[in-house]
């Protein structure tokens, strides 16, 4: 079985530009999720899906930060314009039920 | 405000040595807990999950919850190098499907 696909693995970009990331969660699973983690922290939710409906975004800083997922599968989260505070990893996670499985996650420099 | 508290350690064990990570958490209506192992720069891997308060064995992993204290553990028996890496304790406040709250981390060094 086919885990939590991500990409990019890595990106290095410029305060103020702008950012997007992928995930492909494993087939079937209906919830997605996506995790900010900062160095030396755990992952703090950002958003949660159910297919392709909001569950949870009450963390999510709407004035930078988007995400959709179209067609209740792949998922994109954005960032514009991006602040220094948002180097971290980004982790998609997804899950049939209480077990949450993760991506490899996308690492970001902002610079 | 929902919090999971870890001591960050770093905690270092010999190789063979029983090596014991605690976990507290504040929101008492919390429903299911795990353990997540991260590797430097890797992401987190589920290694054990409980529900019901009391003892959970998998392999050299046992996981011990206690509801009444708030307090859920992971014992590693026979601890080898392999073993060193960030556990990450998290918890589901609620039902499936809900997000994980997630601790900061307890860093384990496994020295042979």
């Known amino acids: 079985e086919a885990g939590v696909a991500q990409s990019p693995r890595y990106k290095i970009i410029e305060k103020r530009q702008s950012v997007a990331f992928w995930c492909n969660p494993i087939?079937?699973?209906?919830?997605l999720y996506w995790y900010q983690q900062i160095l030396g922290q755990g992952p703090k939710l950002l958003i949660q899906f159910q297919n392709n409906g909001v569950v949870d975004d009450s963390q999510l800083p709407k004035d930078r930060f988007s995400a959709e997922r179209l067609k209740g599968v792949d998922s994109t989260l954005k960032i514009q314009p991006a602040k220094l505070e948002d180097s971290a990893v980004y982790l998609c996670?997804?899950?049939?039920?209480?077990?949450?499985?993760f991506g490899a996650g996308t690492r970001l420099s902002v610079l | 405000q929902k919090e999971v508290e870890q001591n960050s350690g770093p905690l270092s064990v010999p190789e063979g040595a029983i090596a014991s990570l605690n976990c507290t958490y504040s929101?008492?209506?919390?429903?299911?807990f795990f353990w997540y192992r991260q590797y430097s720069g890797k992401s987190p891997e589920l290694i054990m999950s409980?529900?019901?308060?009391g003892d959970k064995e998998d392999g050299r992993f046992t996981a011990q919850l206690n509801k009444a204290s708030q307090y859920v553990s992971l014992l590693i028996r026979d601890s080898q190098p392999s073993d060193s890496a960030t556990y990450l304790c998290?918890?589901?406040?609620?039902?499936?499907?809900?997000?994980?709250?997630f601790g900061k981390g307890t860093t384990l060094s496994v020295s042979s």
């Open positions: 929101d008492r209506g919390s429903q299911s």
């Open positions: 409980i529900y019901s308060n």
């Open positions: 087939s079937g699973h209906a919830t």
């Open positions: 998290a918890v589901n406040p609620n039902q499936a499907g809900t997000a994980l709250i």
């Open positions: 996670a997804s899950s049939l039920s209480t077990i949450q499985y």
